[in-house]
């Protein structure tokens, strides 16, 4: 088994030069480190990760909380962390907290330990109690996806949820629909209060009774809530689901009471996931940036992690923007439009 000793004799150069290039904390020269690479790649040498972990404090791993891997969105930011780490030659340690408190609780206790170099949380359901656990943390943290009050004792790169829930409101406002329902998990109000915001600038309101809460976030929930809201108030022309998941289990349900979509009903979806696009009618859904969301957030947890600092708490909002498809059209719109 090749050593470190050996790369450097291939590549001419010192044993500490090649731990530079390794370990990316020292600046090497890019003739030098290049040559370093080839030699490890030509003996095939594996770095002692336990070895280097002891010696130097680092683990080279960064770990991700997210609520669940299920949807298509936290999905989509754990790929994009894990391209990002491997990018920089690091590995990523995943946790779920799969919507139990007493579960997150537990994974940030065992965190309060050096085990990780830097640590990013996805989403605030069942964590914003807990974030003091991470008070004494020896190591960079950074939040993501953050829609609750945000902490000022963290750095946060999110998305301005309630703009999101504006876009949607606003683009049911210009097809004329003023009875509407939301459909939601209950940890989204911001969005829902961008909704609002939308109906208020016409002098409309969206009463409490038209928010409906699904049971879970998945697309049974939204078929609930669908049902549940349709039912309560026959004359709703348009539903705002906060998940595109809620969202296609509401066109399930319009389609059990005989709605029919969008002549008589448009649905807008939020995140725009792949899914959305594959319904019929395609969903309309405010599609949010995550995967910019997520690299920038642990690209500036890197960044901490090479100055051996804490991060700046700031607050990064990135925008959403409004993806019209065939879900949604004007109030009273006949059957049989062109493209519809």
Not at 273 to 299: D, G, H, K, N
Request: hydrophobic residues 45%; proline residues 7%.
């Amino acid at each position: 088994m090749a050593t470190m000793q050996d790369v450097a004799d291939r590549a001419g150069v010192t044993k500490q030069t090649v731990s530079n290039v390794i370990s990316g904390r020292v600046p090497v020269r890019p003739a030098t480190a290049a040559k370093v690479r080839a030699a490890i790649a030509e003996l095939g040498y594996t770095p002692n990760l336990v070895a280097r972990s002891l010696a130097t404090g680092a683990t080279r791993t960064v770990g991700l909380f997210v609520p669940s891997v299920v949807g298509a969105f936290y999905a989509t930011v754990v790929e994009e962390v894990e391209d990002v780490l491997e990018e920089h030659g690091y590995h990523l340690l995943l946790s779920t907290t799969r919507l139990d408190g007493e579960r997150a609780r537990r994974h940030l206790a065992s965190l309060t330990s050096r085990s990780v170099d830097a640590l990013l949380i996805a989403g605030d359901n069942d964590l914003i109690d807990h974030l003091p656990l991470l008070a004494e943390a020896r190591f960079p943290v950074a939040l993501c996806a953050w829609e609750s009050e945000v902490p000022d004792s963290f750095p946060v790169v999110t998305i301005d949820y309630e703009q999101a829930g504006y876009l949607a409101g606003r683009h049911l406002r210009e097809l004329g629909h003023e009875r509407v329902a939301v459909l939601a998990s209950p940890a989204h109000g911001t969005r829902i209060r961008g909704f609002r915001r939308a109906f208020a600038a016409d002098g409309l309101a969206v009463p409490d009774s038209a928010v409906h809460y699904a049971p879970e976030p998945s697309q049974p929930g939204g078929h609930v809530a669908a049902t549940a809201a349709l039912t309560a108030d026959p004359a709703v022309t348009g539903l705002f689901a906060t998940h595109d998941v809620l969202a296609l289990g509401a066109l399930e349900a319009a389609r059990s009471l005989g709605r029919s979509v969008p002549h008589d009903l448009s649905i807008v979806g939020h995140d725009d996931v792949p899914e959305s696009r594959l319904t019929w009618p395609a969903l309309t859904s405010v599609a949010i940036p995550s995967r910019e969301m997520a690299r920038q957030a642990i690209e500036l947890l890197l960044r901490a992690v090479a100055k051996s600092a804490a991060p700046t708490n700031s607050l990064q909002l990135l925008r959403p923007e409004l993806v019209a498809r065939g879900s949604t059209g004007p109030v009273g719109d006949p059957p049989g439009r062109p493209g519809a």
